[in-house]
């Protein structure tokens, strides 16, 4: 086969080392500013507080409101306090809801962004922006979505817990999966892939067993990274829309239903996209499908949408809003095939 592709690097600059979260303030001037307004949940405020504090004079101050799926009345909010206190950047120090809001701001008013991811979601390295108006989740791609710098420090994540440090993994990987079967895909974006692949497999059984390991951990943040740029890279397919349906019209939490979904979509794909798979198969034991099933059941991984709370009787529809504007898949798809999937992930059954 002939190589034919295209290929767009992502415009935002990585910095990745051990406590690199220090410097924060040197890349806040490195950008050309100097009142920054440091992002972050209820949860991790005592975090940010403390981000803001090393900041010193470079911080104006903390917003720790950002909250799942970016509502735009948090961001409406977000971007009259930034004004209020003349901010000229933003921190944002968490996981992808953290980040979805100072997307968000940029967005509307292209303030620049410097992201400290503390999960393995890779919305850091994207430039696409979900949130939600009167409880209706829309996505945009914009340039003006993607944080300038991204600063990787994996001893930020050495108290993620176990459980969402599990599901948060394979969200990851659920990412560099249809990374490998798209339509778009690329020579690098597939290296991307299965060198992200290969670090969640290695790290996330060693994380499992000893939380704190920081080998582990900074493999983990590397495949993070990884698989969130093949995410900003490539089109996603049916498990994405999958994941979209079950977190949007069902209230589904975003990692875990990522992490039940994967084995299921992986499987189903693989007999149409066999060749694209077979690094991923090999990493995972010989079929994909099963492989990582396997793989996540040894982590302690959720692996029924039952338990996520989904009642049987929500898979007609679901199937039926699922396989509304499908995106591309590299197997057809239909009303019928999409409902035996998602019983078979509601029943937790292991799939080929
Ligand atoms: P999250 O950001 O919602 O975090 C979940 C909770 O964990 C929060 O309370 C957070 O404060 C806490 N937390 C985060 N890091 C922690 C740490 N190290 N220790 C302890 N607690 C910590 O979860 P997420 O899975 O990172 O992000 C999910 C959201 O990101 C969804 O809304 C999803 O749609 C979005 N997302 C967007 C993209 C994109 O490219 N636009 C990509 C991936 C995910």
């Known amino acids: 086969m002939t190589l034919s592709f295209t290929y767009q690097g992502s415009a935002a600059r990585i910095v990745f080392a051990n406590g690199a979260s220090a410097n924060v303030g040197l890349w806040v001037e490195k950008l050309g500013c100097s009142r920054a307004l440091v992002l972050t949940t209820p949860h991790q ?48 120090l968490g996981g992808g809801s953290t980040t979805g809001l100072g997307k968000a701001m940029a967005y509307r008013t292209n303030i620049p962004q410097i992201v400290v991811p503390t999960t393995y979601a890779g919305s850091e390295v994207t430039n696409i922006l979900g ?24 001893a930020l994540t050495l108290g993620l817990p176990v459980g969402m440090s599990v599901t948060s993994g394979l969200n990851a990987m659920a990412h560099a999966i249809e990374g490998l079967y798209a339509e778009d895909r690329n020579p690098v974006s597939s290296l991307m892939a299965l060198e992200g692949l290969r670090a ?50 069902y209230d589904l939490p975003h990692a875990e239903t990522h992490a039940v979904m994967l084995p299921h979509t992986a499987g189903f794909n693989a007999s149409a996209a066999g060749e694209a798979l077979s690094g991923a198969a ?71």
């Not at 903390?62 to 921190?91: G, Y």
Request: with cysteine; aromatic share 6%; hydrophobic share 40%.
């Open 45 to 92: 405020a005592a975090d940010g507080r403390a981000l803001s504090d090393r900041l010193g004079a470079l911080s104006v101050g903390i917003l720790a409101e950002a909250s799942m799926h970016t509502p735009v009345e948090v961001t409406e909010r977000a971007v009259a306090r930034a004004a209020e206190l003349a901010a000229d950047c933003v921190v944002s």
């Open 200 to 249: 969640f497999a290695d790290s996330l059984p060693d994380i499992v067993r000893e939380p704190r390991n920081p080998e582990a951990r900074s493999k983990a943040l590397y495949g993070a990274w990884l698989c969130g740029t093949v995410l900003g890279a490539v089109g996603m397919a049916l498990h994405h829309k999958i994941c979209h349906t079950l977190g949007g019209s």
């Open 282 to 352: 090999e990493i995972f034991g010989g079929t994909i499908g099963g492989g990582l099933w396997d793989f996540a059941k040894s982590l302690g991984a959720p692996l029924t949408l039952h338990e996520l709370g989904l009642e049987e009787s929500d898979l007609d529809r679901a199937a039926e809003i699922a396989g509304q504007n499908p995106y591309y898949n590299p197997r057809p798809i239909d009303r019928a095939s999409i409902r035996a999937l998602l019983q078979a992930a509601w029943e937790g059954r292991r799939p080929d």
């Open 131 to 154: 949130q939600t108006e009167g409880g209706r989740k829309t996505t945009v791609r914009h340039e003006s979505i993607i944080p300038e710098i991204v600063i990787y420090d994996p």
